[in-house]
C-alpha cells in the first residue's frame, strides 16, 4: 500500500487548508487512517483518527473544533480539512494507515505511511 499526502503549504493564522490522501496498492477499505504531525524539535504526535467506516473519530485536544477528518473509501481517500489555523500547527503532516480497522492513538501501530506535507502557519 502506497499512500501519498497533498495539501500542504504556507497560510496566515486563522486562514484553511485541505489536506488529502490518496491509497493505492492492495489498498482495504477496512483499514483505520490517520494525520499525525512532526514539527521541528518536537515529537511526532496523533492529530486525527478515523476508522473503517468513519463511526469513531478522533482529535487531539488542541485541534477540536477546527480540524475534520474524513474519508471516502470508494475513492480510497482521507481528508483533514484545517480551519483557524494557528502558527503553533506548523509541522509536517503525514498521512499513515494501519491493516486493522480499529483506531490506535501510538504511530507504532501503523504500518502504512505517506511521504508527508509541510503546513505552515504565519502570524
Known amino acids: 500500500v502506497q499512500l501519498q499526502a497533498c495539501g500542504g503549504g504556507l497560510v496566515q493564522a486563522g486562514g484553511s487548508l485541505r489536506l488529502s490522501c490518496a491509497a493505492s496498492g492492495r489498498t482495504s477499505a477496512s483499514s483505520a487512517m490517520a494525520w499525525f504531525r512532526q514539527a521541528p524539535g518536537k515529537e511526532r504526535e496523533l492529530v486525527a483518527a478515523?476508522?473503517?467506516?468513519?463511526?469513531?473519530?478522533y482529535y487531539e485536544d488542541s485541534v477540536k473544533g477546527r480540524f475534520t477528518i474524513s474519508r471516502v473509501n470508494t475513492k480510497n481517500t482521507v481528508h483533514l480539512q484545517m480551519n483557524s489555523l494557528r502558527p503553533e500547527d506548523t509541522a509536517v503532516y503525514y498521512c499513515?494507515?494501519?491493516?486493522?480497522?480499529?483506531?490506535?492513538?501510538?504511530?507504532?501501530?501503523?504500518?502504512?505511511w505517506g511521504q508527508g506535507t509541510l503546513v505552515t502557519v504565519s502570524s
Open positions: 478515523i476508522n473503517y467506516n468513519s463511526n469513531t473519530k
Open positions: 499513515a494507515g494501519r491493516v486493522s480497522s480499529d483506531i490506535r492513538t501510538s504511530g507504532s501501530d501503523y504500518t502504512y
